[in-house]
Nanobody, 123 residues
Framework: QVQLVESGGGLVQPGGSLRLSCAAS????????MGWYRQSPGKQRELVAS???????NYADSVKGRFTISRDNAKNTVYLQMNSLNPEDTAVYYC?????????????????WGRGTQVTVSS
């Protein structure tokens, strides 16, 4: 089907920046929506930012003005630029994508998750 691989996580000081990347691969026919979620210990996974193929974006209130989601459709890749990071942003960040895999004769819907990348904001 479709696999997602995240990269770009790490340790950063408060006020710093990180850029996450997520590349989709497989027998992709089309990707409609791509997004980033995060999960901290003891908390539920929450939406951070998402984008649909038409270009519309959606952000969690806690990251508006600090995070920017973008995508390169030619590369089936979505990015998350994170600025002004604070300790509350510490979490495992997961990439999610939904669309169709297959070809011109057949296609099936997919919804895939990456394995996650750790982001730690600490001095």
């Amino acid at each position: 089907q479709v696999q997602l691989v995240e990269s770009g996580g790490g340790l950063v000081q408060p006020g710093g920046s990180l850029r996450l990347s997520c590349a989709a691969s497989g027998n992709i026919f089309s990707i409609n929506d791509m997004g980033w979620y995060r999960q901290s210990p003891g908390k539920q996974r929450e939406l951070v930012a998402s984008t649909i193929s038409g270009g519309s974006t959606n952000y969690a209130d806690s990251v508006k003005g600090r995070f920017t989601i973008s995508r390169d459709n030619a590369k089936n890749t979505v990015y998350l630029q994170m600025n002004s990071l604070n300790p509350e942003d510490t979490a495992v960040y997961y990439c999610n994508a939904g669309g169709f895999y297959g070809g011109s004769r057949w296609r099936e819907p997919f919804n895939s998750w990456g394995r996650g990348t750790q982001v730690t904001v600490s001095s």
